[in-house]
């Protein structure tokens, strides 16, 4: 067993065993930005892609349930400059302003610009969002060709670095990886800097970062998919030669993952080999805001164990055995109704997502089919890699607490996807064990309408193949709980997901002692109370 193991069960235990440093504090006023600054570089505008037509989002979260109508047109055949650049907006670019009046510990602050909040499409922990974005443009794309950041705070991108370096990143993803990332010059390269979320989750922020990892990645995933397009991430690579092409030191950026881009008028294999001579490297430097940053052992630990071995990619199956355990035959079932959407554009249900934060009302129950097909959507969601393509394994599991759900009974339920049926796990009304069991006090859980809790056999997908595996298990995590946010906000009801929870007792509670089911969030959701406070800044 490698490092990762290890991490995992701390992270498992951490509500009854802190996790070291345990006396560690935030140092808030001298925290780092959300995004990275590198001063004297031009940053040049992208579009905002308002001009384009939208796609409904159920084809994004239910794509075989939902068969794209007959087009008027022919599709995109691949990303263009306009669909690229509303992609980038759409998942991370500042979309509003979060001042609603809600139970979060940051609400006092909001008013404040210097402590502003601004909406994403994409969920991240804490709201920290730590993963940066870069377009590594080839000749066939609308840029210069080189290395571009993408600056969320102005929807722009810097160049970074001038010159093709696309067959050094397909040396780098090696002859053995997916054909379309073989087949394109145009690759979104995700790097994780981690003291942008360190300085608040220390140690276990290498599984923060993993989340945020997935929840971006699917975003992408159902944005494109809402239009006919497929983005799948490349999660095993030579990382320390895509490190270097970007001037980065691993321990303190690493790139998670890249993201290859089929191109609108490309096709065909690519130049397999790069040009003769060392690789050339991206020589700005972000300035940081922090004047302290700390190191963390705990992390620059796991960092080093998915490093070694990240250009080994997982022979084909290999990820099969981590599969998530089908739901036992039998037991008391209730029977949901078939899952559906209305038609809600996808880029409407990104700016409408948020986190509920106290406003939960269980005088207004949700509905089964509300129930049904948020279950569903989550349930058909995979973080499809080169570890798996076209995501054919089942990778979590999904439980229901359910509170105030029209014609359900209370209590905790096992959701089996196969049959769209609830199977009873324990009776009863689960609001106080919820509300016991989470840390924090930003969620009333009780008042939820049911609080959905997805699974992951982590320790499973690490002994099928390796410690790297850990960012595809818990990214799995991430892109359920980024589909949840999504299909919550397509049917108007409130969503939210926490991290802070007592692992070891949803174990107990959902009988999975002695297995290997490893419950990584809660998620809850439910109508909210009517006619919220809130402030429309855009008008102000």
Not at 71 to 94: C, I, R
Not at 329 to 354: H, K, M, Q, Y
Not at 363 to 391: F, H, I, K, N, Y
Not at 515 to 533: C, H
Request: aromatic share 8%; hydrophobic share 40%; charged share 20%.
């Amino acid at each position: 067993m490698g490092y990762a193991h290890e991490y995992a069960d701390a992270v498992l235990h951490r509500g009854r065993v802190p996790m070291e440093p345990a006396d560690f504090v935030p140092d808030w006023s001298d925290g780092p930005r959300k995004g990275k600054f590198y001063p004297g570089v031009r940053p040049c505008a992208l579009p905002d892609g308002d001009g384009l037509p939208d796609a409904p989002v159920a084809r994004g979260l239910l794509p075989a349930r939902t068969p794209a109508p007959e087009p008027e047109a022919p599709g995109p055949a691949g990303f263009d400059l306009p669909l690229l650049s509303a992609m980038l907006k759409d998942s991370y670019g500042l979309t509003g302003r979060r001042l609603g009046i809600q139970a979060n510990s940051d609400l006092s602050g909001l008013p404040f610009y210097t402590h502003a909040n601004w909406s994403r499409g994409t969920a991240g922990g804490g709201g920290l969002y730590p993963v940066s974005v870069y377009w590594a443009a080839g000749p066939s794309g609308p840029l210069t060709p080189g290395i571009h950041y993408y600056d969320v705070h102005r929807h722009a991108v810097q160049r970074l670095l001038t010159g093709d370096v696309s067959a050094r990143i397909r040396e780098a993803l090696g002859p053995d990886a997916p054909a379309d990332a073989l087949e394109t010059d145009q690759y979104l390269v995700l790097g994780v800097k981690y003291w942008q979320n360190t300085f608040k989750y220390n140690s276990f922020s290498y599984h923060v970062v993993s989340t945020d990892l997935g929840t971006l990645v699917q975003t992408w995933r159902i944005w494109a998919g809402a239009r006919g397009l497929r983005t799948a991430p490349v999660l095993w690579f030579d990382e320390p030669r895509l490190n270097g092409l970007l001037g980065t030191a691993g321990e303190e950026e690493a790139v998670f993952a890249v993201v290859p881009l089929r191109w609108g008028g490309t096709s065909g294999a690519m130049a397999a080999v790069a040009a003769p001579g060392p690789d050339p490297a991206v020589r700005h430097r972000d300035v940081e805001r922090s004047r302290t940053v700390l190191d963390f052992p705990t992390v620059r630990a796991m960092h080093e164990a998915t490093t070694s071995h990240a250009a080994v990619r997982p022979a084909p199956g290999a990820l099969a055995p981590a599969a998530a355990l089908p739901v036992p035959a039998g037991g008391t079932r209730v029977a949901l109704p078939a899952a559906s959407f209305p038609d809600v554009p996808v880029r409407r249900a990104l700016r409408e997502r948020r986190s509920s934060f106290g406003r939960f009302d269980a005088a207004r129950p949700l509905t089964p089919a509300q129930l049904s097909s948020v279950l569903a959507a989550c349930a058909a969601t995979s973080l499809e890699s080169d570890a798996d393509p076209g995501g054919a394994v089942r990778q979590a599991r999904l439980y229901a607490f359910v509170n105030h759900v029209e014609g359900i009974e209370p209590g905790a339920y096992a959701y089996d996807p196969d049959t769209a049926e609830l199977r009873l796990v324990e009776a009863g009304h689960q609001g106080a064990f919820l509300q016991e069991n989470y840390f924090l006090a930003n969620y009333n859980l009780e008042q939820a309408g049911a609080v959905l809790v997805p699974t992951v056999r982590t320790t499973a997908v690490l002994d099928a193949v390796g410690d790297r595996g850990y960012r595809l298990a818990v990214g799995t995590a991430g892109a359920v709980a980024q589909t949840f946010y999504v299909a919550a906000a397509a049917l108007g009801i409130g969503a939210g997901v926490a991290l802070g929870f007592d692992n070891v007792s949803f174990i107990e509670k959902l009988g999975l002692t002695g297995g290997d089911e490893a419950p990584l969030l809660i998620m809850p959701m439910g109508n909210e109370r009517p006619r919220p406070a809130g402030f429309r800044h855009e008008i102000a």
